[in-house]
């Protein structure tokens, strides 16, 4: 049974940092790509940014280039991202995600979720 249990949302100021972290369990963490999505109100759930198994490989969504930074610790089985300069559109609510591959491009790749971390964005 995997596990993926994501903590750091909150009620920030724009401008605002926030890291958010997920701790896995109940798999070989570091044999799989993590990805962070988030699901804004009455929006699809989107792809933020993913890393790849090694951590040597990410991606990101256009709209938070600059500003987000996903990691992960293999050796701890966590994955991290750490939002700067946030924005009121920023305000979703973010899902851990595990792929079922070394890699993580989209929804289709997607094991396992996470139950999701509210992060709320003031003007």
């Known amino acids: 049974q995997v596990q993926l249990e994501e903590s750091g949302g909150g009620l920030v100021q724009a401008g605002d940092s926030l890291r958010l972290s997920c701790a896995a369990s109940g798999r070989t963490f570091r044999s799989y790509g993590m990805g962070w999505f988030r699901q804004g109100p009455g929006k699809e759930r989107e792809l933020v940014a993913a890393?790849?198994?090694?951590?040597?490989?990410?991606v990101y969504t256009d709209s938070v280039k600059g500003r987000f930074t996903i990691s992960r610790d293999n050796a701890e089985n966590a994955l991290y991202m750490q939002m700067n300069s946030l924005k009121p559109e920023d305000t979703a609510v973010y899902y851990c995600?595990?792929?079922?591959?070394?890699?993580?491009?989209?929804?289709?790749?997607?094991?396992?979720w996470g139950q999701g971390t509210q992060v709320t964005v003031s003007s």
């Open positions: 995600a595990m792929s079922r591959k070394t890699y993580l491009t989209g929804y289709a790749d997607v094991a396992f």
């Open positions: 890393i790849n198994w090694s951590g040597g490989g990410t």
